[in-house]
Each structure stands twice: as C-alpha cells, then as structure tokens.
C-alpha cells in the first residue's frame, strides 16, 4: 500500500468513529431509556387496581399476545386482578406466569386445583402448598 491508500483508510476510520460517536451513542442512550420506562410502565400495570377501561384494554392485549414475560407476570401477581384474567394466564406457556397465579392469594380455588397437575414441579408445589387457604 502506499501512503495516498493508507491515508485515505486512515480517513475513513476517522469517519466512521466520528459519525458513531456523534449518532450512535445517542441511539443506543434513547434505546436504554425507552427499554427503562417500557419495564416500568409494565410494573405499573400489575401493581394497583384498575379502571374498567384498563381491564378491558388488558383483555385485548392478552388476546394479542402483546405483553412481554414480565409484564404478565407482575399481571398474575395483582390480587384485584378478575377471575376471567387469571384463568387466561393459568393456561400460559411460560411456567413462571403460571407460578405467579397459582401464587396469588385471590386465585379461585378452582384455578388452583388445576395448577396442582400442572406439568412443571414449581407451579404444582406452589398451588398444592396454597390449596387449602
């Protein structure tokens, strides 16, 4: 190579660091803060009682499958959650939701006695430990 190549690749580094520093540091902040206030939002969602047009919105979303793992477990985990609710996510594909209602101490008992055959050991032990209350 001789010097005109080099620093034209020289150059071309020098570029491409500037123009990361200068759009790609700002992209991935914004994409850590919005992942940040994403998981906070879905914290919410779990933790207080709600209105009859969150429910209904909830519903939907279930029914789309647009909730993330963690947004339906804070979800199975909320006492004031409605019974129609609960039974939706006792049929979860993820065992760590299902643990989290057979954990939830508003959980009908007939809701539990069919966690209690449940295939993973964890949601069996939980609903099993929980039945009598």
Same mark, same amino acid.
């Given at each position: 190579?001789? %010097?005109?190549?080099?620093?034209?690749?020289?150059?071309?580094? *020098?570029?491409?660091? @500037?123009?990361?520093?200068?759009?790609?540091?700002? @992209?991935? @902040? %914004?994409?850590?803060?919005?992942?940040?206030?994403?998981?906070?939002?879905?914290?919410?969602?779990?933790?207080?009682?709600?209105?009859? !047009?969150?429910? +209904?919105?909830?519903?939907?979303?279930? !029914? =789309?499958? /647009?909730?993330?793992?963690?947004?339906?477990?804070?979800?199975? +985990? +909320?006492?004031?959650?409605?019974?129609?609710?609960?039974?939706?996510? /006792?049929?979860?594909?993820?065992?760590?939701?299902? #643990?989290?209602?057979?954990? +939830?101490?508003?959980?009908?008992?007939?809701?539990?006695?069919? =966690? *209690? %055959? %449940?295939?993973?050991?964890?949601?069996?032990?939980?609903?099993?430990?929980?039945?009598? #209350?």
């Amino acid at each position: 190579m001789d %010097d005109s190549t080099v620093g034209g690749l020289v150059f071309l580094v *020098c570029c491409t660091i @500037i123009t990361f520093v200068t759009h790609g540091i700002p @992209i991935l @902040i %914004d994409r850590k803060i919005e992942k940040q206030r994403k998981i906070q939002r879905e914290r919410d969602l779990g933790r207080r009682k709600k209105s009859k !047009a969150e429910l +209904n919105e909830l519903r939907i979303q279930l !029914a =789309l499958g /647009s909730l993330s793992k963690n947004a339906l477990e804070v979800v199975a +985990n +909320n006492p004031t959650i409605p019974t129609d609710i609960l039974e939706t996510l /006792s049929t979860d594909k993820n065992w760590e939701v299902r #643990y989290q209602i057979a954990q +939830n101490p508003s959980t009908p008992a007939v809701i539990r006695l069919k =966690l *209690c %055959d %449940d295939v993973n050991w964890q949601v069996r032990g939980q609903a099993e430990w929980l039945k009598g #209350y």
